[in-house]
């Protein structure tokens, strides 16, 4: 089992920033993929911007040059620095790893936290 756990997050001003961690322990094999996705309420989750073992980088259209993901192979951990942040960016965001064994793939997810920017 892999445990996710995700730190950061909390309560902003519009055009501020904040920084989000989520670092993975356990029995870990090879981490395939990192990424970040977040809820708005009454919204679905979707993906905010990931990263694979080898660096290459998505975002999301709203996000690009605005948020910057990066990991720590060393560590295990993946981080979401958010810049220019805008109240449409309020959300619970959740990390996702995906650990690949052999020929098999599973994904974790961590336990959310919560972002809010105010006007």
């Known amino acids: 089992q892999v445990q996710l756990v995700q730190s950061g997050g909390g309560l902003v001003q519009s055009g501020g920033s904040l920084r989000l961690s989520c670092a993975a322990s356990g029995r870990i094999f090879s981490i395939n993929f990192m990424g970040w996705y977040r809820q708005a309420p009454g919204k679905q989750r979707e993906l905010v911007a990931a990263v694979t073992s080898g660096g290459s980088t998505n975002y999301a259209d709203s996000v690009k040059g605005r948020f910057t993901i990066s990991r720590d192979n060393a560590k295990n951990t993946v981080y979401l620095q958010m810049n220019s942040l805008k109240p449409e960016d309020t959300a619970v965001y959740y990390c996702?790893?995906?650990?690949?064994?052999?020929?098999?793939?599973?994904?974790?997810w961590g336990q959310g936290t919560q972002v809010t920017v105010f006007s």
């Open positions: 996702h790893v995906v650990d690949r064994r052999v020929a098999s793939f599973f994904d974790y």
